[in-house]
């Protein structure tokens, strides 16, 4: 009996031994943990999951940096400034907000079979170009949907990429706003718009 036990403190210190050692690996020379399950994260970023870190591949201007996190941190890849425009159009934009003390989402408009959700919170979303101010809907009638909803990300900060498929979350605190840009697996596309504070990051 007591030579049983024994063989299983063994083995269970060889299996903490090895974790350490894949740990401290994975650490110091950067390299995958040896057990690992890999997670696409979009924009050609991945994460390599190991027992106790996680190993961040992200594509900086088509090169491949590593960042190595314990799981307990947060982190997401940087955006590469490939994706930047150096041509960004400079525009300037305010929320109405409305009465409404919900932060839940409602229908805004529907373009090109994408639907663009906005807060209660909000009554409406005003963009100001070098030649007048329009709102959201006008903005978005001028041009086509992506290239509208790129003008104004590209003035807010990239918050996070969410592990749906590649959703990305843009937000301004002294704008008070927050654009949830959807592209889930299954095919969603659609945009929520919502304060700084608004934090439903599913997209609908």
């Given at each position: ?38 997670e696409n994260l979009g924009e050609k970023n991945y994460i390599k999951k190991g027992l106790l870190v996680n190993v961040y591949y992200c594509n900086e201007n088509d090169t491949i940096t ?139």
């Open positions: 009996m007591k030579k049983s036990i024994k063989i299983i403190l063994i083995i269970l210190s060889l299996i903490v031994f090895f974790i350490f050692i894949d740990t401290i690996q994975a650490i110091v020379l950067k390299n995958s943990p040896l057990i690992s399950l890999k590593t960042s190595t996190h314990f799981k307990t941190e947060k982190f997401t890849c940087p955006l590469s400034t490939d994706d930047v425009s150096n041509d960004t159009e400079k525009i300037d934009f305010y929320i109405e907000k409305s009465n409404e003390y919900r932060n839940t989402l409602k229908l805004y408009a529907v373009y090109d079979n994408r639907n663009i959700y906005m807060t209660k919170k909000i009554k409406e979303l005003y963009i100001i170009t070098a030649n007048n101010k329009v709102t959201l809907k006008e903005f978005l009638s001028s041009d086509s949907l992506d290239n509208a909803i790129k003008k104004l990300t590209d003035n807010l900060e990239l918050y996070s990429i969410l592990k749906d498929g590649g959703s990305t979350i843009y937000k301004s605190k002294d704008k008070d706003l927050s654009i949830v840009v959807c592209n889930t697996i299954d095919g969603n596309h659609n945009i929520n718009i919502g304060n700084y504070e608004f934090d439903n990051y599913e997209c609908v």
